[in-house]
């Protein structure tokens, strides 16, 4: 991109032909002039949103990259950590924690006065290994997941301000995933899982308290088993605070069937937390593909969308948006999904991207 005036192509035109007004985001580049418009581009995210802007971040980004670490400092208020606070990351041995990339990330938090949002106690896909192997009955194995939530919600009480309590638990329409050993060893799982959020809130009481899995708002078949489960939850009075779902979606996900899924989840009444927000747009997975001028308005639209889709949840029910990385340049896609990708807020060089400002049109 060498020009700062952003001359829309035919191709650009088309695509705000087929998209009603309040869709529409005009595209801007980093160090663009501010129009002085209702979303100044200087305003910053933060600034806006009424509620946390969060990312996924780690250490060693932050500790070795300054353009990295002051991106994060400019653009949000809450962190997570991206695998230092899980279970496999801290739970080193039998007898004993690795505290210190956790220790940093919390630390780096409050020097900067941003909260942190813990992620996650109990996911199967965390188990360590020596934890897999020690092949625990369901006795044996509720008391040592008890002792660690303890251990580490005690840790960073009053520090951590959210937990991710249990992450994924259902498969994709709805069934209880059958990778979990914890399917086998209880004979209610939910009700292990129950106890897992009691155990938390007993550790600290003012922590807001998630269950946290993907493909929520589209997969009718698992919001239905999560808003079972949060349902049973609430009669027998587990403490539950909030549901996360994670918004790994693209730009050609179907955007009334997320809106109709968010409105039936956020019915649950629960704190709702996008909580690791991206958007792919190599939807064709073609190693030609090109991020030009079109696909960069189309996730501007996307984020637009969903910025303003949360946006009209009741007040009392937002918490925050947490996008799943910082920048382009470092996102887990490009490890896992196998194809050119940009599906962040800020290029591989940490200008704003035309998403950035989508977003920021979003909000209120
Ligand atoms: O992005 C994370 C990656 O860096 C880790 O290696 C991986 C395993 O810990 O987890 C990834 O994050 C996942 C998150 O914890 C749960 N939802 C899906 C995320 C992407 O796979």
């Given at each position: 991109?060498?020009?700062?005036?952003y001359?829309?192509g035919?191709?650009?035109?088309?695509?705000?032909?087929?998209?009603s007004?309040d869709e529409?985001?005009?595209l801007?580049?980093?160090?663009?002039g501010?129009t002085g418009?209702p979303?100044?581009?200087?305003?910053?995210?933060?600034?806006k949103?009424?509620?946390?802007?969060?990312a996924?971040?780690?250490?060693?980004?932050?500790?070795?990259?300054a353009n990295?670490?002051n991106?994060v400092?400019k653009?949000y208020n809450?962190i997570t950590g991206?695998?230092?606070?899980?279970m496999a990351?801290?739970?080193?041995?039998s007898?004993?924690?690795n505290?210190t990339?956790?220790?940093y990330?919390?630390?780096?938090a409050?020097d900067?006065k941003?909260?942190?949002h813990?992620h996650?106690?109990v996911?199967?896909?965390?188990?360590p290994?020596?934890?897999?192997?020690?092949q625990?009955d369901?006795i044996?194995?509720e008391?040592?997941?008890k002792i660690?939530i303890?251990?580490?919600v005690?840790?960073?009480?009053g520090?951590v301000?959210?937990?991710?309590?249990v992450?994924?638990?259902f498969?994709?329409?709805?069934a209880?995933?059958?990778?979990?050993?914890?399917?086998s060893?209880?004979?209610?799982?939910?009700?292990?899982?129950?106890?897992?959020?009691r155990?938390a809130k007993?550790?600290d009481?003012?922590?807001k308290?998630?269950?946290?899995d993907y493909s929520?708002?589209?997969?009718?078949?698992k919001?239905?088993?999560?808003k079972k489960m949060v349902a049973r939850f609430k009669?027998?009075g587990?403490?539950?605070?909030?549901?996360g779902?994670?918004?790994h979606?693209?730009?050609?996900?179907?955007?009334?069937t997320?809106?109709?899924?968010?409105?039936?989840l956020?019915?649950?009444g629960?704190?709702i937390?996008?909580?690791e927000?991206?958007i792919?747009?190599n939807t064709g997975?073609?190693?030609?593909?090109?991020f030009?001028?079109?696909?960069?308005?189309?996730q501007?639209e996307?984020?637009?969308?969903i910025?303003?889709?949360?946006?009209?949840l009741?007040?009392t029910q937002k918490f925050a948006?947490s996008t799943?990385?910082?920048?382009?340049?470092?996102?887990?896609?490009?490890?896992?999904?196998?194809?050119?990708e940009?599906?962040l807020?800020l290029?591989a060089?940490?200008?704003?991207k035309p998403?950035y400002?989508?977003?920021?049109?979003g909000l209120?």
């Amino acid at each position: 991109m060498t020009s700062k005036q952003y001359i829309l192509g035919a191709l650009t035109a088309l695509l705000f032909a087929s998209c009603s007004d309040d869709e529409k985001v005009v595209l801007k580049y980093a160090d663009e002039g501010d129009t002085g418009g209702p979303n100044p581009i200087t305003q910053t995210l933060k600034e806006k949103a009424k509620f946390k802007i969060g990312a996924a971040v780690k250490m060693k980004d932050l500790q070795n990259e300054a353009n990295y670490k002051n991106a994060v400092l400019k653009h949000y208020n809450q962190i997570t950590g991206e695998f230092e606070m899980k279970m496999a990351s801290i739970w080193t041995s039998s007898t004993a924690y690795n505290y210190t990339a956790a220790d940093y990330l919390v630390g780096f938090a409050q020097d900067n006065k941003m909260e942190v949002h813990g992620h996650t106690l109990v996911w199967y896909d965390s188990f360590p290994e020596w934890f897999k192997k020690a092949q625990y009955d369901s006795i044996a194995f509720e008391a040592k997941v008890k002792i660690y939530i303890t251990d580490v919600v005690g840790r960073y009480k009053g520090k951590v301000k959210s937990w991710d309590v249990v992450n994924e638990v259902f498969a994709d329409g709805g069934a209880m995933r059958n990778e979990t050993v914890i399917n086998s060893l209880f004979k209610d799982p939910i009700g292990f899982y129950g106890r897992c959020f009691r155990y938390a809130k007993a550790a600290d009481p003012d922590a807001k308290l998630f269950y946290n899995d993907y493909s929520v708002v589209m997969d009718a078949g698992k919001r239905t088993s999560i808003k079972k489960m949060v349902a049973r939850f609430k009669a027998n009075g587990v403490p539950i605070d909030g549901v996360g779902d994670q918004f790994h979606y693209a730009t050609d996900t179907n955007r009334q069937t997320m809106k109709t899924g968010f409105t039936d989840l956020a019915s649950t009444g629960l704190l709702i937390h996008i909580s690791e927000l991206d958007i792919k747009v190599n939807t064709g997975k073609s190693d030609s593909y090109v991020f030009n001028d079109v696909e960069n308005q189309k996730q501007a639209e996307t984020y637009k969308y969903i910025a303003a889709m949360y946006e009209e949840l009741p007040q009392t029910q937002k918490f925050a948006i947490s996008t799943w990385g910082v920048t382009d340049k470092y996102t887990w896609l490009t490890s896992f999904w196998h194809f050119k990708e940009y599906p962040l807020l800020l290029d591989a060089d940490y200008n704003k991207k035309p998403a950035y400002q989508g977003f920021l049109d979003g909000l209120k």
